[in-house]
Nanobody, 115 residues
Framework: QVQLVESGGGLVQPGGSLRLSCAAS????????MGWFRQAPGKRREMVAV???????NYSDSVKGRFTISRDNAKNTVYLQMNSLKPEDTAVYFC?????????WGQGTQVTVSS
């Protein structure tokens, strides 16, 4: 079993920035893929940013140019840097990692963008 612990969520004003962290209990080198998803109230969970294999990344159109996914192998941690935040970015953000074809999810962290 892989444990994922997210942190870094909170309340921020529109135009502000936040950095989410996801610490994994297993080395990132053995992960097939890792990424961030989000779920707003009344909506389905959606992909925000993913990193497949080594460095290949993919972003949803709604965050492209504003969000950046990155990793620190030494700390077994994946980050999501979020800039120019908008009210529509408000959601619970979930970390996801795939090991040996199996999905693992964190508990989620709330991000609220409001003035």
């Amino acid at each position: 079993q892989v444990q994922l612990v997210e942190s870094g969520g909170g309340l921020v004003q529109p135009g502000g920035s936040l950095r989410l962290s996801c610490a994994a209990s297993r080395s990132l080198f053995s992960a097939n893929a890792m990424g961030w998803f989000r779920q707003a109230p009344g909506k389905r969970r959606e992909m925000v940013a993913v990193m497949i294999g080594g460095e290949a990344t993919n972003y949803s159109d709604s965050v492209k140019g504003r969000f950046t996914i990155s990793r620190d192998n030494a700390k077994n941690t994946v980050y999501l840097q979020m800039n120019s935040l908008k009210p529509e970015d408000t959601a619970v953000y979930f970390c996801n990692m795939v090991y040996l074809g199996r999905n693992h999810w964190g508990q989620g962290t709330q991000v609220t963008v409001s003035s």
